[in-house]
């Protein structure tokens, strides 16, 4: 049975977002102005940076999303969560997977209204609606309420945030859920995981995590308990 990955239309989708993600992420980046990223986190909150990075879609590579793809196959998930949605790259990996698992819903999340817009865009184009949906807004409100049991989370927003997200969060994470942090190796000027990794790192906390040398670099680890 051939995936939903590769068929259409989400395969021509997600193709047309990752080439504009190689062509356009360079200029966004050099059109924010930003030149030492450590002062622009220190000076600016979640959301100008989220305006700041507004026409950038750093998402998921190809690589990335296979990754995804694979582990939401892999572990059955009926029942995603993601934190930064962007321009829906990794939704739209999800979302496939998902679909391939027998249905369910992914629930993506985003600060900026008009990556929203083009978020729902490409996933109605993907002809994905019926299965992923993106809240707009601060993911540290917007995930409040969530269905009582979540299989997978995906942390691809503002990194230093994580910890925060987690929390709203880990009350719905069933025991076996996958949690993946992506961009652990992404220069962002200082350590902005380090929280997290701290965290997911105690045995205390509930999870047993390991580094994926793949792609950004991304964390996963499972809840134990
Ligand atoms: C690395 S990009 C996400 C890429 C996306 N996962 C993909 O593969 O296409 C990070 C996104 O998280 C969003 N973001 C940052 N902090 C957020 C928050 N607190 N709540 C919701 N979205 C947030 C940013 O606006 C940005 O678009």
Redesign the pocket.
């Known amino acids: 049975m051939p995936s939903t990955l590769h068929t259409e239309p989400v395969a021509t989708v997600l193709d047309g977002l990752l080439e504009a993600e190689r062509e356009g992420d360079e200029r966004a980046f050099a059109e924010t102005g930003v030149t030492d990223p450590k002062a622009a986190w220190a000076e600016l909150d ?1 959301g100008q940076m ?1 305006e700041t ?1 507004k026409d950038a ?4 590579s190809k690589e990335g999303g296979e990754l995804l793809y694979l582990l939401t196959r892999a572990t059955g998930a009926r029942t995603v969560v ?9 939704t739209l990996y999800l979302a496939s997977a998902v679909r391939d698992n027998g249905g369910g819903q992914v629930i993506g ?4 209204a008009d ?1 929203v817009a083009r978020a729902t865009e490409a996933i109605a184009a993907a002809g994905l609606s019926d299965i992923a949906s993106v809240r707009v ?4 409100e917007t995930l409040r309420e969530l269905p009582e049991s979540v299989d997978l989370l995906l942390m ?3 990194p230093n ?1 994580n910890r925060a997200v987690l929390e709203v969060v880990e009350p719905r994470l069933r025991r076996g859920a996958l949690v993946l942090v992506d ?1 652990m190796d992404m220069d962002f000027g200082f350590d902005m995981h380090r929280e997290m990794r701290d965290y997911l790192a105690d045995p205390s906390s509930g999870y047993l995590a390991l580094r994926l040398p793949v792609a950004h670099g991304i964390l996963a680890g499972v809840r134990l308990g």
């Open positions: 979640a989220a990075f879609s750093m998402s998921v993601e934190y930064g949605t962007s321009f829906g790259v990794s999340t985003e600060l900026q990556k807004g601060d993911a540290r691809d927003g503002w945030l961009d």
